[in-house]
């Protein structure tokens, strides 16, 4: 277990919905991370926030959003879905900005239908 | 070109062998360089972790860089079929590129 909780575990969603992922960093943790990972893409980075601002940005849509609230919890926001956003998201956390030891989730396995 | 190639697999192995598994990078500025073992899609665990070149070992794993020639190895020794699972490679400068994967699976 790496401290790392995330919630749903799965969810079924139609296309042009919106969902909602969360995410609880380890205890300590500043940072906190979303990648996608998909059968044929691999794990992709999409962003970074540290200590609630964001730190960095990588391959995220601008459909999607994310945020992390004050009690360092995070949230990635996915909206007007579509078939190929059907994927694993992983929140992953660290204690610095820096990124090269991070920790990550079990993942939300989001299928778009 | 991305900047990590990994080496796809997959890879069989007998239970005892010795795996090497092997990426190539194109940008120098990679600073750390990491190896992740994912289990069946669930998330990937941080297995070494390491800055310089040269190797670092942990146990049955080995951690190798080679920074002149853009290539780190992760060697697994004694193969158990615990083993068996998809090893990312991951580099970071500022933010951490991983891997495609390779899929091992160590037959008893």
């Known amino acids: 277990d790496s401290g790392v909780t995330q919630t749903p575990k799965h969810l079924i969603t139609a296309t042009g919905q919106r969902v909602t992922l969360r995410c609880s960093p380890r205890?300590?943790?500043?940072?906190v991370y979303w990648y996608q990972q998909s059968l044929d893409q691999g794990l992709q980075f999409l962003i970074q926030?540290?200590?609630?601002?964001?730190?960095a940005k990588g391959n995220i849509l601008e459909r999607f959003s994310a945020q992390q609230f004050p009690d360092l919890h995070s949230e990635l926001n996915l909206s007007s879905l579509e078939l190929g956003d059907s994927a694993l998201y992983f929140c992953?956390?660290?204690?610095?900005?820096?990124?090269?030891?991070?920790?990550f989730g079990e993942g939300s396995w989001l299928t778009v239908v | 070109q991305k900047e990590v190639e990994q080496d796809p697999g997959p890879l069989s192995v007998p239970e005892g062998a010795i795996v090497s598994l092997n990426c190539t990078y194109s940008?120098?500025?990679?600073?750390?360089f990491m190896w992740y073992r994912q289990y069946s899609r669930k998330g990937p665990e941080l297995l070494m972790y390491?800055?310089?070149?040269g190797n670092k070992e942990d146990g049955r794993f080995t951690a190798q860089v080679d920074k002149s020639s853009k290539y780190i190895s992760l060697f697994i020794r004694d193969s158990q079929p615990s083993d068996s699972a998809t090893y990312l490679c991951?580099?970071?400068?500022?933010?951490?590129?991983f891997g495609d994967g390779t899929t091992l699976t160590v037959k008893p």
């Open positions: 940008n120098s500025a990679f600073q750390y």
């Open positions: 390491t800055y310089s070149s």
């Open positions: 926030y540290y200590n609630g601002e964001e730190r």
């Open positions: 991951a580099l970071h400068a500022g933010k951490s590129t």
């Open positions: 992953a956390s660290g204690p610095g900005s820096g990124g090269n030891t991070i920790y």
């Open positions: 205890s300590g943790d500043l940072s």
